[in-house]
């Protein structure tokens, strides 16, 4: 499997602000995928995106797969925006539930 | 539809008991998943299930066992639980939905070991 890792650890915002969270992998992928774990620990998958750019609302991600990278960005970022995002990519075999995380970016918006 | 169901929610062990995760799936989907999730790190794969009547080690399987008990059904088993078990397990399903794969988890399993 890859190795995955993400940044910041940690970040902190003001209400409405945007940011980026950048996630790292050392091999190609063909299956990588965000998440979302919301401070009551439930995980919520946000995207599929091995390459390409996908929109979700105001949540869109970018992989450059020739680079080995993944972006996340939020923009007009909310309260209930915070908690844990992970990236996680193949860790081996055909199975595409089976996966290497990050160790997470943890979010905090405050109002 | 209850996507995935995990039972039980909290749980507490003295070290040696035996225990088992039990989780149930109604989406009719064929891979199931056991992830646990340290404090500080993501998750890490244990066992899964690419379909009824196969499972797999993954990363971490050392002290668990896992039936798949028919497609709905995936359980967890620790034989004889030790400290370094405490954790919250996830138990998820995989589907391809639209040329996506999606992996929808249970919502957590806390486990203590004493």
């Known amino acids: 499997g890859i190795q995955v890792e993400q940044s910041p650890p940690d970040l902190i915002l003001q209400e409405g602000a945007n940011s980026t969270l950048r996630c790292n992998f050392s091999?190609?992928?063909?299956?990588l995928q965000w998440f979302h774990q919301n401070p009551w620990g439930q995980l919520i998958n946000l995207f599929y995106?091995?390459?390409g750019t996908k929109q979700n609302g105001r949540l869109s991600a970018t992989t450059v797969a020739t680079e080995r990278y993944s972006l996340l960005y939020i923009s007009s970022s909310q309260t209930t925006d915070s908690g844990v995002y992970f990236c996680?990519?193949?860790?081996?075999?055909?199975?595409?539930?089976?996966?290497?995380f990050g160790q997470g970016t943890i979010l905090t918006v405050h109002p | 539809n209850a996507g995935v169901t995990q039972t039980p929610k909290f749980q507490v062990l003295k070290t040696g008991q035996s225990m088992t995760l039990q989780c149930a799936q109604d989406m009719n989907h064929n891979s199931m998943y056991w992830y646990r999730q340290d404090p500080g790190m993501g998750l890490r794969l244990i066992y899964y299930s690419a379909s009824e009547g196969t499972t797999d080690k993954g990363e971490v399987p050392n002290g668990y066992n896992v039936s798949r008990l028919n497609k709905r059904e995936f359980s967890l088993r620790l034989e004889s639980a030790a400290p370094s078990q405490t954790s919250v397990y996830f138990c998820a399903s995989h589907r391809r939905v639209s040329g996506a794969n999606v992996l929808t988890f249970g919502a957590g399993s806390r486990l203590t070991v004493l």
């Open positions: 996680a990519g193949p860790a081996g075999g055909t199975s595409y539930g089976k996966l290497t």
């Open positions: 091999d190609s992928v063909n299956n």
């Open positions: 995106i091995p390459s």
